[in-house]
Structures are given as C-alpha cells and as structure tokens.
C-alpha cells in the first residue's frame, strides 16, 4: 500500500492476522534501529534495518518488529523508503514486490476504464472473479473481431455500438461497417405515419 494510508493500528490489525504488508514510509518516520542487515548496494539497495517505530503513540500502535529497507530506483532515480513485518523475504525481493504492486494498480484502473462491470451480481470472491474473467473475454473476443473485420474506428466505437444494438437483426458486419450518416428507410407500409416530413 501506499503512504497515504499508512496507520500503525491498522498495519498491526494486518500482522496479527497472520498476513504480512508492504507500504512506503513517510518522510517524518522516527524509526529505531534494533540490528542492521546485510545489502549489495550494487542491486539499488541502500540499507536493511529491523527495528521498531521511535514516537510512543506508533510504538504502541504497532508493538512487533518491523524492517526499513531503503532502495534507490535508478530508473526513476528515486530513493524509496519501505516498511514491511516480513523478517524473512530478501530485500531486493522486497523493493520488486512494490515495483509490481503497480502493475496490478494499472491493470485494475484498465478495468474499471474498459470493461464497464456496473454492478456485480455477486459478491463472493468466486462470483467476482467469474465475472471479471467473462467481462475480459468477452472484450477479447470483440477486439479480435475488430481487427479481423478491419473496422473503422476504434475499439471503444465497435464495444459502444454493440452494447446499443444487442438485439439487431443485422449481420456483425453490416452493422459495424456502415457508416454513421446511415438513412433509414421509412417506407414500411406496417408502420403509421405520424407526420409526413
């Protein structure tokens, strides 16, 4: 997790569950070093220190062991500082995990941008992942038909129309491929005139 919602009685919360958490430390964290451990700094490490939180109202908030590691990210040329309860995992394997925590932000932000899931009709972590994974594939299945078609426009345009004519009585490609100054042909003898424009 980010820094923002760093809360040491929240973190504690997360470690006597019994799982571990990785987040940014804040720049004005008073932290006391307990033992050092050992970092190639040609890896971007810059230190490992296992510790606890200096300030009173932290230390009582979180009362275990906690680990500072500092990574310097040579491709943003950042220094970055992480807190993490996990002892054991090696601190470059660390630093990597928050690296690819982005990577999971970026592809949840690619759903809620693409897949337009409204409302999920279940809730239970099967019934979601079910769904996302159906949302996903269907995606799938249109953007492979937009590019075998060779339809104009974008993706979006293709996924928008089809999501306005479910139930068009109209060939896949008829309907993709016409343009949007289409006439319709009003000259059905079924259907009343109401005004005659």
């Known amino acids: 997790m980010d820094r923002g919602y760093m809360d040491f009685k929240r973190l504690n919360t997360i470690a006597r569950s019994g799982a571990f ?15 050092s451990l050992p970092v190639d700094r040609l890896s971007g490490l810059r230190s490992d220190h296992v510790g606890k939180p200096t300030a009173r109202k932290a230390r009582e908030a979180f009362p275990a062991l906690l680990r500072k590691i500092r990574y310097y990210d040579a491709e943003t040329q950042r220094e970055l500082v992480f807190l993490t309860n996990n002892l054991e995992t090696p601190a470059l394997s660390v630093a990597m995990i928050y690296r690819l925590r982005w990577r999971i932000e970026l592809f949840f932000r690619w759903i809620k941008g693409h897949l337009r899931i409204k409302h999920y009709y279940g809730t239970s972590p099967n019934a979601v992942k079910t769904q996302i994974w159906i949302a996903v594939t269907v995606y799938l299945m249109v953007a492979i038909l937009h590019k075998q078609l060779r339809l104009p426009g974008a993706l979006n345009r293709t996924l928008q129309i089809l999501s306005v004519h479910p139930f068009e009585k109209v060939t896949l490609n008829q309907l993709l491929t016409e343009d949007a100054s289409r006439t319709f042909d009003n000259h059905d003898p079924n259907q009343l005139k109401l005004w005659d424009l």
């Open 21 to 35: 958490f990785l987040t940014r430390a804040k720049r004005n964290l008073r932290f006391s070093r307990q033992r």
